[in-house]
């Protein structure tokens, strides 16, 4: 039998944590994936290193000001990939004629621009970047279904529901005979910390998850349980689910990474070492299984997997993310801006950890509820939530 030809991937946001396990993935499985272009916000010298090992046609630099010095490190490495630059540089890898899957791994609102151009464009895209999808939900799955995009999810979450739903979920849930959907969340790491001690909690601590290895801002965001939040709107979107069908349990271990509950009193789970690579092969993959490096699960050896109700008083930000999927329109785009402020804040030193819930549930607040129909909706209200975080934090420092 003849080999398919390999499929063509871009990877925006290459030199992050997922981007990196991604490439891992590929690796590992020559002659299936032909890396077609890579990108970075202003690590020139991963890139390069990672363009040279991969053989990448394309380099992308987001901050256009470092054009020249990832020119000069390409020609070290021996890479020879074109290099692009800014906004119209990720656009123009995202929608490649002949680049049949699109990583969208870029942190934050920054990643939706390119991600919707890659939807626009009927690509396979696999979907890390949850902030694209909750602070413009209805238009990026709308331009898919217009495109003709396949949008495979990345979040361990999100990963392990669509592997226990049936193929025709997207008639309808209830007509799929769907209850309800569980996400489990691991509590991050002071899930019995004392509440007390959580105001003086360091940026250090914050990023040190029990289970995962992440980016800096996702790993806040899971200490304060907003990643849950966030994972809660990315689902509802995914799998258009109502927000009295989706619940969040607390699962510590993080081997269970979520579960579908079925009218008969079916639970379907799905589990695994907590390691992306699997999430990431899967949805490399699909519907095929690829190897992916990732330590078997040996559940012989556990004593425990527990589960109990998050919360809601210790971890506000999860009570504003359901608030804001409940109210909907530009409710999400309100939170999201002002935790990417209030999480970069608190990883520069200028506000406390328990200052990010405060600020961002004052900023929503202080917004009133608008329709969001297109782009500029999105641009607008996330610019305004950033503009009144930013004020309101002058007001706690
Ligand atoms: P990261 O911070 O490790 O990497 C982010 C990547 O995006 C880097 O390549 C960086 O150069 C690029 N980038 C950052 N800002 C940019 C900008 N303004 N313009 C262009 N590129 C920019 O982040 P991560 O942990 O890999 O997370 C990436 C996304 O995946 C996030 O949306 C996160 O919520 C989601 N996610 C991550 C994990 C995980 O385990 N890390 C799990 C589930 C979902
Ligand atoms: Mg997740």
Same mark, same amino acid.
């Given at each position: 039998m003849v080999n398919p030809a390999p499929q063509a991937i871009t990877i925006l946001g290459s030199t992050g944590s997922i981007g990196e396990s991604t490439l891992d993935v590929i690796g590992r499985n020559p002659g299936r994936y032909r890396v077609a272009a890579l990108t970075a916000n202003r690590n020139v010298d991963r890139l390069a290193a990672q363009c040279a090992q991969f053989g990448a046609g394309f380099a992308v630099i987001a901050d256009t000001a470092l054009a020249g010095k990832l020119s000069r490190a390409l020609v070290e490495t021996g890479s020879k990939a074109r290099v692009l630059t800014g906004a119209e540089g990720l656009a123009e890898v995202a929608t490649l004629p002949d680049v049949d899957i699109v990583m969208a791994a870029?942190?934050?609102?920054?990643?939706?621009?390119?991600?919707? #151009?890659?939807?626009?464009?009927?690509?396979?895209?696999?979907?890390?970047?949850?902030?694209?999808?909750?602070?413009?939900?209805?238009?990026?799955?709308?331009?898919?279904r217009n495109g003709g995009a396949c949008i495979l999810p990345v979040d361990s979450e999100h990963s392990a529901i669509f592997q226990a739903l049936p193929a025709d979920f997207g008639k309808g849930l209830e007509s799929v005979g769907v209850d309800r959907i569980i996400l489990t969340a691991s509590g991050g790491p002071f899930l019995d910390f004392p509440a007390t001690e959580l105001r003086d909690i360091t940026p250090s601590q914050a990023c040190k998850h029990p289970n995962w290895a992440m980016g800096r801002k996702i790993s806040v965001d899971s200490a304060t349980l907003m990643n849950k939040g966030l994972e809660l709107i990315e689902a509802h979107?995914?799998?258009?689910?109502?927000?009295?069908?989706?619940?969040?349990?607390?699962?510590? =271990?993080?081997i269970v990474h979520s579960m579908v509950a079925y009218r008969d009193g079916s639970v379907l789970a799905q589990l695994g070492t907590p390691d992306m690579r699997t999430p990431i092969a899967y949805a490399l993959s699909w519907p095929e299984r690829i190897d992916a490096g990732v330590e078997r699960?040996?559940?012989a050896g556990m004593s425990d997997l527990s589960f109990r109700e998050p919360d809601l008083q210790r971890f506000p930000c999860l009570g504003l993310a359901f608030d804001a999927l409940r109210e909907g329109a530009s409710a999400p785009v309100t939170l999201n801006g002002a935790n990417e402020i209030a999480v970069a804040a608190?990883?520069?030193? =200028?506000? #406390?950890?328990? =200052?990010?819930?405060?600020?961002?549930?004052?900023?929503?607040?202080?917004?009133?509820?608008r329709a969001i129909n297109c782009l500029e909706d999105v641009v607008e209200c996330d610019a305004m939530a950033r503009h009144k975080a930013t004020q309101t934090m002058r007001t706690m420092i």
């Amino acid at each position: 039998m003849v080999n398919p030809a390999p499929q063509a991937i871009t990877i925006l946001g290459s030199t992050g944590s997922i981007g990196e396990s991604t490439l891992d993935v590929i690796g590992r499985n020559p002659g299936r994936y032909r890396v077609a272009a890579l990108t970075a916000n202003r690590n020139v010298d991963r890139l390069a290193a990672q363009c040279a090992q991969f053989g990448a046609g394309f380099a992308v630099i987001a901050d256009t000001a470092l054009a020249g010095k990832l020119s000069r490190a390409l020609v070290e490495t021996g890479s020879k990939a074109r290099v692009l630059t800014g906004a119209e540089g990720l656009a123009e890898v995202a929608t490649l004629p002949d680049v049949d899957i699109v990583m969208a791994a870029i942190v934050g609102a920054a990643g939706l621009a390119p991600t919707l #151009r890659a939807a626009q464009a009927g690509k396979k895209i696999l979907l890390a970047n949850k902030e694209a999808l909750v602070i413009a939900g209805h238009i990026f799955m709308q331009a898919a279904r217009n495109g003709g995009a396949c949008i495979l999810p990345v979040d361990s979450e999100h990963s392990a529901i669509f592997q226990a739903l049936p193929a025709d979920f997207g008639k309808g849930l209830e007509s799929v005979g769907v209850d309800r959907i569980i996400l489990t969340a691991s509590g991050g790491p002071f899930l019995d910390f004392p509440a007390t001690e959580l105001r003086d909690i360091t940026p250090s601590q914050a990023c040190k998850h029990p289970n995962w290895a992440m980016g800096r801002k996702i790993s806040v965001d899971s200490a304060t349980l907003m990643n849950k939040g966030l994972e809660l709107i990315e689902a509802h979107w995914l799998f258009n689910a109502a927000p009295s069908q989706l619940e969040v349990l607390i699962h510590p =271990q993080s081997i269970v990474h979520s579960m579908v509950a079925y009218r008969d009193g079916s639970v379907l789970a799905q589990l695994g070492t907590p390691d992306m690579r699997t999430p990431i092969a899967y949805a490399l993959s699909w519907p095929e299984r690829i190897d992916a490096g990732v330590e078997r699960l040996h559940l012989a050896g556990m004593s425990d997997l527990s589960f109990r109700e998050p919360d809601l008083q210790r971890f506000p930000c999860l009570g504003l993310a359901f608030d804001a999927l409940r109210e909907g329109a530009s409710a999400p785009v309100t939170l999201n801006g002002a935790n990417e402020i209030a999480v970069a804040a608190f990883l520069e030193k =200028q506000i #406390r950890f328990d =200052q990010i819930s405060r600020l961002v549930g004052e900023v929503m607040q202080a917004t009133e509820k608008r329709a969001i129909n297109c782009l500029e909706d999105v641009v607008e209200c996330d610019a305004m939530a950033r503009h009144k975080a930013t004020q309101t934090m002058r007001t706690m420092i």
